[in-house]
């Protein structure tokens, strides 16, 4: 909805702007176009000017600059003098047709407009009065008279007209703006919904259906191939867990048998040793296979979660006694710090006390000559989040080879290739807490050791 809004805003502003524009042009173009041409050279009110001023008197005798003569020619114009009674005193290609006297009514007729169709302007002098004639048809002469009120009021018009002109743009852009959103909206709908990984059919009518089709057929193409990501997801994952599973029975008989080799009293005891090294490694091989089957299933999203309310407190309390007595190594020490009794989350008991016991795990294991491990329960910054820390005060990692530590073995988003150990426990974690919809956040010092927050969302 906010897309199709935007689109609508753009296109009113960008329809008024361009309106705007037009109107700027149509006035330009009415200004330089229509009006050209009207005051060519010297107006005609100029013309009968110059020849009244440069007209002189010489006792009886009139005469007319030369410039002023030339400036009459150039227009095909005519001049003559009148004196005071209406007599005509002087001439310049007066037409023969006029006549040489005129009454005070002739002079009133012709003064405003024409004299026998020959356009005519007049400029006072005080012998008389300057009349200049234009050939004819050569001129029209428009005369408006206005009543003052009206005259006052026409820039309170003309803005009222100019505000209705951009009222009624606004209106007709409106009007089609909302015929373009409404073949907009489905389209941009179904983009939301397919940057939303949902299926969608826009109905393919109207300007756009070309693009409602293309729409539509980006849905099915992604349809088929989630279909077929989930498909290759299952089938990976069914191999793995059928792998796992062919690979414990005759494991569990190898283990068997080994356990009754190391436990016969009658065998040598360099036998009963390699029985129990074969035991030990026995035991690690089933919990990489174990592993790998979790991981596989969590990170296909294949895992069933059996959710209940969990106390984060009993949790850690639990995964410390576990390891407390199977008899934890001198060189350790474990201990609980209980900040908050009371945080609650949703979650598998039997993953959430996998990914502690796989925390504190690879305490012990980067740090063989023994270090301080806490187990701390707190509520984060944020009031919704429960926090489980499993913090070490061992040599710790340089912070850029943090990252790696959060990918599965032989990933291709791993910087460097794994150094020691089958590296699934930290990214098991990791997988654990997505699954929970929180995160594992892993923080150190070259020397300062490895602190592991677990983020869950807290249960009110």
């Keep these: 909805m906010d897309g199709t809004i935007t689109i609508l805003k753009r296109f009113i502003s960008t329809t008024m702007l361009i309106s705007i524009l037009l109107l700027v042009l149509n006035l330009l173009l009415l200004g330089l176009w229509i009006f050209k041409g009207m005051n060519e050279g010297n107006s005609p009110n100029t013309v009968v000017r110059q020849v009244a001023e440069n007209l002189k008197v010489s006792g009886q005798a009139y005469s007319l600059a030369p410039e002023a003569a030339q400036l009459l020619d150039q227009h095909r114009a005519w001049a003559m003098l009148l004196d005071q009674s209406g007599q005509l005193v002087w001439s310049h290609k007066l037409p023969e047709e006029l006549p040489a006297s005129y009454s005070i009514t002739d002079v009133a007729k012709f003064s405003r407009s024409f004299l026998m ?147 016969n009293a009658e065998l040598p005891e360099e036998s009963r040793h390699q029985a129990g090294m074969i035991t030990r490694q026995g035991e690690k091989l089933r919990t990489l296979i174990s592993d790998l089957n979790l991981v596989s299933m969590l990170e296909y999203e294949m895992q069933p979660l059996q959710i209940k309310l969990l106390r984060l407190s009993a949790l850690a309390r639990n995964a410390a006694s576990e390891y407390l007595n199977n008899g934890l190594a001198e060189q350790f020490v474990l201990e609980v710090d209980i900040a908050d009794e009371g945080v609650q989350v949703q979650g598998d008991e039997k993953l959430l006390l996998r990914a502690i016991a796989n925390l504190i795990q690879n305490c012990i294991n980067h740090n063989p000559g023994g270090c301080r491990i806490v187990l701390q329960t707190l509520t984060g910054t944020d009031k919704n989040i429960g926090r489980l820390i499993v913090a070490d005060d061992g040599g710790g990692i340089p912070p850029d080879m943090i990252p790696d530590l959060l990918e599965l073995p032989y990933s291709a988003k791993r910087q460097r290739p794994l150094q020691d150990g089958h590296g699934l426990g930290l990214p098991m974690v990791a997988r654990i807490a997505k699954a929970h919809h929180g995160r594992l956040i892993l923080s150190s010092g070259s020397d300062s050791g490895l602190t592991a927050e677990l983020e869950l969302p807290r249960h009110k």
Excluded: C, M
Excluded at 142 to 158: A, F, H, K, M
């Design 117 to 263: 169709d020959y356009p005519v302007f007049v400029w006072e002098v005080g012998e008389g009065l300057v009349v200049a004639g234009y050939p004819k048809h050569s001129l029209a002469k428009y005369q408006n008279i206005y009543p003052v009120g009206w005259v006052e009021e026409l820039p309170t018009r003309t803005a009222l007209l100019l505000i209705a002109n951009i009222v009624l743009v606004l209106l007709l852009s409106l009007f089609i703006g909302s015929r373009l959103i409404r073949s907009i909206r489905p389209l941009t709908r179904g983009i939301q919904a397919l940057a939303d990984d949902t299926e969608v059919h826009v109905e393919p009518v109207g300007v756009l259906r070309e693009l409602a089709k293309r729409i539509n057929g980006v849905s099915e193409l992604l349809k088929q191939k989630r279909s077929a990501l989930i498909s290759r997801d299952e089938a990976r994952s069914n191999w793995i867990a059928g792998i796992s599973h062919d690979i414990r029975t005759p494991l569990s008989l190898v283990l068997g048998y080994a356990s009754v080799l190391e436990e």
